[in-house]
Structures are given as structure tokens and as C-alpha cells.
């Protein structure tokens, strides 16, 4: 299996463009920019640790959210789970984070905003991309996999909530020997988006901790 890893190395649509040195609150990382080879999109790889194809690494997709990730919105958990994924990788020693430019689960940011205002008319976060006439998810994670493969590795310890994430990763030729769950205690208007990705998205969150006196 590990050989068969190696050689998609071979096979890659992204290409490595640069690598620096990123000191943060949480640690000190390597930050390396990917961009792909098929088209327009460019990725930004956080990681720490020599990575090691033999070594289960702690990984982790995550998908560009400007507004969770940058300007703090209490819409969704997003923010959170980036840095809880830094603070477990700074803990172990070892591990990488994929950004992928897939705002709004791949509409893109002006829609995602598009999409906010039909969430402020009382559509869950499903229901307005399909009102949009976007697919409920239009993300792919084929390019993600080819840059942890370009990283080195083969076996993975996913940070994630997302089967579909997952199943991407495997199908993509990574061995996934464990999912390592990012739940973070959230509060309205949070804890309603998260009850809509579980209920509707199949995500894998055991418990939606909602404040008190929600009708939600």
C-alpha cells in the first residue's frame, strides 16, 4: 500500500510554489502555497514535523471561511476548529493543514453572502444554496490529497467531522487509520447551522450543544 502511495507523487495536478517559515500565538510552522495545475485554484499547506510516510500524521481539509476564519463570525465553527486543528498539531509535534480556496462549500464568497441573506429570511444553510440553484456541497478534495501525498504521507489521523472528507481522502489512495473529532460548544447562531449539517449532511457530531431556553 505505502509504494502505491508514493508513486501518486507521480501523478500530481498541483505544484509546490513556495515554503516559509510561520511563527503564530499557537507555534511555529512551515506555511507552504500550492497551486493547482488544471485550473485557477491555489492552496496553502500549515504544517509542522518531518513528515513521515510510514507515520499516521494528523491532517486536517479545511475549507476557506472568510468569515468564520478571518472576521470571526459566530455563524458557524469554523474559526474554532482551525485553531483547535493548530493547537492538536502543535501539541503533537507533527501534522498539516490543507486550505482550499472552497468558500461557502465551493459557491464562492459573494454567494456565500448571497446565501446568508436568504439564512436571515429563515432558510438553514442547505436550503439556501439550493435556492441559489448551487449543489447542496460542489467541493472536491482529489488536489488536497495529491498535496499531503506531495507532503510525504500516506497514513493519516483525519481532524474532522465530514464523512465526505474522509471517504475524498481514502478514495484518493491515503490510508485514514483514525478521525479525530473537531467539536467545538458553540451558541445560537452556531449551534442551528450545526444541527442542519448533522441532520442533513450526515456530519459526525455527537452532540449540538444549544444555550439555553433555544427553540432551535
Known sequence: MQDNCLSKRQQLTV????????????????????????????????FKGKMKSDVPTLVRIHSQ??????????????????????????REGRGAIVYQQQEGRGIGII?????????????DTVEANEKLGFAVDARDYKQCAEI?????LCKV??????????????????????????????????????????EKLGHLIDEV??????SS
Open 15 to 46: 505544484e509546490l510554489v513556495a515554503t516559509a517559515n510561520l511563527p503564530t500565538k499557537i507555534g511555529n510552522f512551515k506555511i507552504a502555497g500550492y497551486r493547482s495545475l488544471v485550473s485557477s485554484e491555489e492552496f496553502v499547506v500549515l
Open 65 to 90: 471561511c472568510l468569515t468564520g476564519d478571518v472576521f470571526g463570525s459566530i455563524k458557524c465553527d469554523c474559526g474554532p476548529q482551525l485553531r483547535r486543528a493548530m493547537e492538536m498539531i502543535e
Open 111 to 123: 454567494n456565500k453572502i448571497r446565501a446568508y441573506a436568504l439564512q436571515d429570511q429563515g432558510a
Open 148 to 152: 499531503l501525498f506531495d507532503l510525504g
Open 157 to 198: 489521523k483525519v481532524m474532522s467531522n465530514n464523512p465526505e472528507k474522509i471517504r475524498a481522502l481514502e478514495e484518493a489512495g491515503l490510508k485514514v487509520v483514525g478521525r479525530i473529532p473537531i467539536e467545538i460548544e458553540v451558541g445560537e447562531p452556531a449551534a442551528h447551522y450545526l444541527k442542519t449539517k448533522k
Open 209 to 214: 450543544l444549544l444555550p439555553e431556553n433555544s
